[in-house]
């Protein structure tokens, strides 16, 4: 949770579980995945969260009755994935990747458990294994197995630039405090790091030897 007091996690079976982190042994779990969740988000609030699952639904959580608030299920194939599901900063917004090779971008009525149909996003040849909002909400950072980390304009719904430099798949990636810079690891054993409003590669990184799995920004 972004206040640091509770975990979440996604199960095998279908199952959602919040930990409280001084009470570990205390923990409530939310049933309404029919397959393997692979996402859980908080919302910045800490009020919700939201999760992804192999069933290709996508479920918001209210944290203070247990409930589902919302249950979007608009992936374009029937049996897609999702892979990842995240918020955006100011909570109106919910992005998902697929392996239907699309994100989708979904858009919260805050007073009603009603919903937009989503805004899609394609131009990934393959699926989705992450998306994320850039601290403003106004961009949109989405990573396929197609080797490509694409950013999105997420008001127009289109793609703003695309990253493809590494020769196997991207595993880690994360946005600068002031969005100016992204960076993100692969299974190359390599790292990079690129100005994420001119399109253009600062830095290789290249002293690990095996899969990069996690990258962050330091505060400042």
Known sequence: A???SKVGCGTSDGRVKIWDILTPHNHRTFKGHNGSVDSVDFCADGLAVISGADDGSIIIWDLETGQHK????NHIEQGSNIFSAGWSPNGNKVASGSN????????????SSEYEMPMALEGHDAWL???????SGLRLLSVSIDYTVVIWDTNLGVMMYSFNSHVMWVTAVTVSSDSSRIAYGSNDNTGQIWNSSKSFREHVLAKHTDCIEAVIFSPD
């Open 2 to 4: 972004p206040d640091g």
């Open 70 to 73: 919302n249950k979007f299920e």
């Open 100 to 111: 239907d090779k699309t994100v989708k971008i979904w858009s919260i009525f805050s007073e």
């Open 129 to 135: 294994q992450l998306v994320r909002y850039f601290p």
